[in-house]
């Protein structure tokens, strides 16, 4: 059983175990510049999350409490998001974040939306890179934090790029069963946050509308990473981080996209 130590944004740490080489590796090469091997002494104390390799797929042991999962990165990622989610210092969202201008643009949407496609497309048209799965804002200055991982795009998402005359640079990873793709531009410092665009895809239509801020909290109520509590400390966030400029955008064709970013 081997373990490797990964950096979290608040400057904590978990532990990831296992016996399985192939997984100990891809997730040194996916967490990277955060993830490195540990020693016996730093285990201590971390949370940990053991993936044992059984039987085609990995028995998880979280605690006392004991699971059989056939997506152990998938396990990795939300035991990461669990142990962030009582730090009162950080929110995190679901979507992807990009850099123009010095400020930061998010793409707030579900799984299978097609933002990870057009978070690649805008970083081969030159936006920096912040965030892709899970961005992580500051509570209390509302800065967008920067915490590199790769882009992890399936089969489709790609072909759409190769449509468009896109090839970047990518390599299939048989673990993961993603292509990973590391931007070339990446934005490695907090920003501020310029706008909030909740995506829908279209067959036909190129649409950016604005949002009152009712609409605002409703959507923003389905934007976390993580399920938070309820509570009054969390809508009074909520209410907070619904004054900046939201958008609901609604497209078509990718280059609509980028023409909203940059005006």
């Known amino acids: 059983m081997e373990t490797i130590l990964i950096a979290l944004p608040n400057r904590h740490a978990v532990a990831i175990a296992s016996n399985s080489a192939p997984l100990i590796d ?17 285990e201590s104390g971390l949370p940990t999350l053991i993936l044992a390799a059984q039987d085609g797929g990995f028995v998880v042991t979280e605690g006392e409490a004991q699971r059989f999962t056939d997506s152990p990165f998938q396990e990795v990622s939300d035991f990461i998001s669990r142990t962030l989610a009582g730090d009162t210092s950080l929110f995190m969202l ?3 974040a990009l850099e123009y201008k010095g400020e930061a643009h998010l793409f ?11 978070a690649t497309y805008l970083c081969e048209e030159g936006f920096p890179y912040m965030a892709e799965d899970c961005i992580y804002l500051d509570r209390g200055s509302l800065m967008v934090l920067p915490h ?20 970047p640079q990518s390599r ?13 531009r990446v934005c490695d ?3 501020p946050i310029k706008r909030m665009y909740f995506i829908e895809r279209s067959e036909s239509e190129n649409r950016m509308l604005p949002l009152s801020v009712p609409e605002r909290i409703q959507l923003l109520l389905h ?17 907070g ?12 064709d990718l280059d609509f996209v980028k023409f909203c970013l940059q005006n």
Not at 172 to 184: A, C, F, G, T, Y
Not at 223 to 230: I, T
């Open 26 to 42: 891809t997730l040194l090469s996916d967490y990277a510049p955060h993830c490195r091997r540990a020693s016996d002494s730093e």
């Open 94 to 96: 679901h979507g992807a």
């Open 108 to 118: 707030l949407a579900v799984s299978g939306s097609g933002k990870t496609t057009l």
């Open 148 to 167: 590199y991982r790769p882009i992890h795009m399936r089969e489709g998402g790609l072909d759409v790029l190769h449509r468009l005359g896109m090839k």
């Open 172 to 184: 299939w990873d048989p673990m993961l069963e993603r292509h990973v793709i590391h931007p070339e």
């Open 189 to 191: 410092k907090p920003l």
């Open 223 to 239: 934007a976390p990473r993580v399920a938070y509590p309820m509570n009054r400390e969390y809508l009074t966030f909520l209410m």
């Open 241 to 252: 981080l619904a004054q900046a400029d939201c958008r609901r955008l609604i497209y078509r």
